[in-house]
């Protein structure tokens, strides 16, 4: 079996991908990805700890990252939704250019 | 009771000057009858004195309370009831009163009736206060009260500049005499810690007092008594017109005729002379058995050269008042001559007479002035004695009386008692000759006045005519008393002396048989003949042109011009006195102006300054401070504002950053 730490590493890893991305895309749904990617990495943290933890045969760690899928789904939903009336508005999907809380 | 003498005519004149100015009726009513009843007052304390006198000793009533009381020193006023006061108490309200009736007729077309009046009230109820004052404050202050009411009456046509600087010029004057008068009575309070003359034996003109003044030395040779008199005599001097501080009277002419008749022949001038006899004893203490004082004897000289120098100016002037003040200059030096050689009585009783006949005189003269419509100079009249027979009547009594005329009128019986107390003056004969001379020049300038006036050919415009009755009845029953007068004063009936000296006396024909007093007599008649004759002779009855030289004047030209130029004492005044006083006002000016105004300019200039430091300080370091202080923050917050760029992706830069920098705090901290 692989060690934990490995799971881990690569959970870690795709977080660091995922928060990379969505701190410095400009494309708005490229963020969105980057923010998704953060989530399931999340949830693979979840599952390694479920299954290196001393009862692994209970059920919570998996409902746990099935509510968080879920809940990733609605909130990409959401996103989406948003991204989609904002380009209603400015016309473009580039994060540069949504400035207009400039102080 | 007394006080009732001097308050009467002072609340007449308080409620005339609360009057509205045209009530003519009650302000004359006031004044008039606010004199009467000071003279009723006045006569019954006199007949109270001749009463209490016929019993022998002097009869001496006081009256006094303390003013101020500052710890052991204190100051008392009061009055006081003797014959001096009683008889000089009766002869002001008496000639006031006349005066004031006959004012009703010559200021009867003046519009400034009402304010006459209040000021004449004012006067004579300061002038009795004078007279029945007790201590020298309380005379004092109603001295200046009289100072103040002859400047108001001099000036009273306060339109005419020279009537103005007349006023202006009669104070001041007599207000250097002041100066000295005061500085006299404090060293006499500090001397003897009363300014009571009579305290029941604790005054300052009793004997008590009266020895340590005179035992006390001052300097100069004279003694504190001296000394004192002396500075006393310098305020009289001033008052009374002696020689130095005599230049006022002549110019008080221009005041209306009553005011010269009251103020500058009968009453004020003659507060000198009251004072003088008042603080004789004064005078008088120490005096060595045989001689004089010091005081004394500078009394009668100044005396005497007045009554030369005046006389000699009044030979050669050509105003009818001028003459008369003159002359009344000339007569305050008899008097004063006379108390210094004579004592109280003699100076007094000539003052008593001279009160009657130059108020007679110079009441006179303002029925002339009235009757040649305002004309004053004696040049443009003449002939008058058909046309105003009334005055000419009672003027040339006057006239008489004033020349000591023999016999028969008041004026020869004083002034030969004055002249009698120069010829038993042992220290020198010079002011009998003196006196002498004035007495010729009295008799020549009065003729010649009375010649030009009265007789001649008329020499003026319009038409002259005699004065309504309002005005000739004083003078007539003044002319009685010149005339009636005498009889108190003759050697055989020294009522008058004995009177003032607390003894009683009796009609003695004996005292005509006294060494010398024929011959004296004899003498002063023929010295007042010769000067009527040479009057007559030079200037009689002729008809001269009005602006012909008087004949004098052709004789002896520059002694004349000297005369009429009054010896040039105005322009040395000016030049020197005067002129000094410009000077220094203008020192003071500058010192004024520049230091003082310049000190304040400088303070002024210090404040300003640090107003415009305080101005700049708060401009550019506070406001200024405070400004950049704000535009920093705005700057920092701009600065700071840039954070937020309003992207998302920033904002969640710096919160992944932070989440690390918190992380990495909590595993070292948990760690370490």
């Known amino acids: 079996m692989t060690p934990l730490g490995g799971y881990l590493l690569v959970a870690a890893l795709l977080f660091a991908i995922g928060l990379a991305g969505a701190l410095t895309r400009r494309n708005a749904i490229l963020v969105l990805i980057g923010i998704e990617l953060m989530l399931n990495a999340a ?28 809940v990733a789904a609605a909130e ?28 | 009771m007394l006080w009732l003498i001097p308050a009467l005519p002072i609340v007449a004149a308080g409620i005339a000057a609360l009057l509205k100015q045209p009530r003519r009726k009650t302000a004359a009513s006031l004044a008039i009858g606010s004199m009467l009843g000071s003279l009723f007052v006045s006569l019954v304390a006199f007949v109270y004195v001749v009463a209490g006198s016929a019993h022998g000793g002097v009869v001496r009533e006081t009256y006094n309370f303390t003013w101020i009381q500052t710890g052991a020193a204190q100051v008392d006023l009061g009055w006081v009831l003797d014959p001096l006061s009683a008889v000089m108490m009766l002869m002001v309200s008496f000639v006031g009163l006349l005066i004031f009736i006959y004012s009703l007729g010559y200021m009867a077309e003046d519009e400034n009736f009402t304010r006459f009046f209040c000021f004449l009230s004012l006067f004579a109820g300061a002038m009795l206060g004078v007279v029945i004052s007790n201590s020298l404050l309380l005379l004092f202050m109603c001295w200046e009260l009289v100072g103040l009411t002859s400047y108001l009456l001099i000036g009273f046509w306060y339109q005419k500049p020279s009537a103005a600087a007349a006023a202006k010029k009669a104070f001041l004057t007599t207000r250097v005499g002041d100066v000295f008068f005061l500085l006299g009575i404090v060293w006499l309070f500090s001397q003897t810690g009363t300014l009571l003359f009579y305290n029941g034996g604790a005054g300052s ?12 030395p001052s300097g100069w040779g004279l003694t504190a008594a001296g000394a004192i008199g002396l500075l006393i005599f310098a305020g009289a001097a001033g008052k009374s017109g002696q020689l130095p501080l005599h230049v006022w009277l002549p110019d008080a002419m221009e005041g209306p005729t009553p005011v010269s008749a009251l103020i500058h022949a009968a009453t004020m001038v003659a507060a000198g002379v009251y004072l003088i006899a008042h603080v004789y004893p004064l005078m008088h203490a120490g005096m060595p058995a045989g001689g004089t004082t010091i005081a004394l004897q500078v009394v009668t000289w100044v005396g005497a050269s007045t009554a030369v120098f005046a006389a000699l100016i009044a030979v050669a002037q050509n105003d009818i008042k001028r003459i008369l003040a003159y002359s009344t200059v000339s007569q305050l030096g008899y008097m004063m001559a006379g108390l210094g050689m004579g004592g109280v009585a003699v100076g007094m009783f000539h003052l008593i007479t001279h009160a009657f006949f130059k108020a007679l005189l110079f009441m006179g003269a303002g029925s002339v002035i009235h009757g040649c419509h305002e004309e004053q100079d004696i040049r443009r009249m003449g002939g008058l004695k058909s046309d105003m027979p009334t005055t000419f009547l009672t003027y040339a009594i006057g006239m008489l009386a004033l020349c000591g005329f023999p016999l028969f009128f008041s004026g020869f019986w004083s002034k030969d008692g004055i002249l009698e107390a120069a010829t038993h003056w042992d220290i020198s004969k010079g002011p009998f000759y003196m006196l002498a001379f004035g007495a010729l020049l009295t008799a020549f300038y009065m003729t010649r006045q009375v010649s030009y006036v009265f007789f001649g050919n008329w020499r003026g415009h319009g038409h002259a005519h005699e004065s309504p009755a309002v005005m000739t009845r004083p003078l007539a029953v003044l002319a009685f008393f010149a005339i009636a007068l005498g009889a108190i004063g003759t050697p055989a009936w020294p009522w008058f002396r004995g009177f003032i000296e607390g003894r009683a006396v009796e009609v003695d024909w004996a005292g005509f048989a006294e060494p010398g007093l024929m011959t004296l007599m004899l003498v002063s008649s023929t010295i007042v003949l010769l000067g009527l004759g040479l009057g007559v002779w030079i200037y009689g009855s002729k008809t001269v042109k009005a602006d012909a030289p008087d004949a004098l004047e052709k004789a002896i030209p520059p002694v004349w011009t000297v005369l009429q130029n009054k010896f040039y004492v105005d322009e040395l005044y000016d030049a020197t006195v005067i002129a000094f006083y410009a000077w220094w006002a203008k020192v003071a000016d500058w010192l004024d102006r520049r230091v003082w105004g310049g000190a304040v300019a400088g303070v002024i200039w210090l404040f300003g300054g640090g107003a415009q430091l305080s101005r700049l300080t708060d401009v550019y370091w506070v406001n200024g401070g405070f400004d950049k202080g704000c535009e920093e923050l705005t700057n920092s917050g701009g600065l700071l504002s840039r954070v937020q760029s309003g992207k998302v992706q920033t904002y969640l830069r710096l919160l992944a950053l932070a989440v690390v920098v918190l992380a990495a705090i909590l595993i070292w901290s948990s760690r370490g």
């Not at chain 1, 979840?46 to 045969?57: D, G, Q, V």
């Not at chain 2, 003109?205 to 006390?216: G, T, Y």
Request: no cysteine; aromatic share 10%; glycine share 6%.
């Open chain 2, 205 to 216: 003109m009793e004997p008590l007092n009266l020895l340590w003044l005179a035992a006390n």
């Open chain 1, 43 to 70: 949830n693979l943290n979840l599952i390694a700890f479920w299954r290196f933890s001393p009862h692994p045969e209970a059920l919570t760690g998996m409902m746990f990252a099935i509510f968080s899928i879920a």
């Open chain 1, 76 to 103: 990409a939903a959401v996103g989406l939704g948003l991204v989609i009336s904002i380009y209603r508005h400015a016309r473009t999907t580039d994060l540069d250019k949504m400035n207009r809380m400039k102080g």
